[in-house]
């Protein structure tokens, strides 16, 4: 099973980015998905999570600007971000949590892709 996260790069202040992430492998089905980010020299920290069945978690810090959405037919999660900051800048994980064909769920990262928000 792979995560693999899209969709980074530089942006200037104000300015928006769509990240991807798709779920792949030898999986039964996708649980709750959602992104983490990583600022240097900071502890990785949650930034929001959508669960099917139970909607959507955000972080305080980007609510307002930053939503969170899924495709489940292509197990897809997108965190659409909006009215970037400086302070948005990070390395954003994806994670996933995912049952196996044996019945057993497993949680899973993807590589990260990287955030800069910058004029």
């Known amino acids: 099973v792979q995560l693999q996260a899209s969709g980074g790069g530089l942006v200037q202040p104000g300015g928006s980015l769509r990240l991807s992430c798709t779920a792949s492998?030898?999986?039964?089905?996708?649980?709750?998905l959602g992104w983490y980010r990583q600022a240097p020299g900071k502890q990785r920290e949650f930034v929001a999570r959508?669960?099917?069945?139970?909607?959507?978690n955000i972080a305080d810090s980007v609510k307002g600007r930053f939503t969170i959405s899924r495709e489940n037919a292509k197990k897809i999660v997108y965190l659409q971000m909006n009215s970037l900051k400086p302070e948005d800048t990070a390395v954003y994980y994806c994670?996933?949590?995912?049952?196996?064909?044996?019945?057993?769920?497993?949680?899973?990262w993807g590589q990260g892709t990287q955030v800069t928000v910058s004029s």
């Open positions: 492998g030898t999986l039964s089905s996708v649980g709750g």
């Open positions: 959508i669960v099917p069945g139970s909607g959507t």
């Open positions: 994670n996933g949590i995912v049952r196996l064909y044996d019945g057993t769920w497993r949680e899973y």
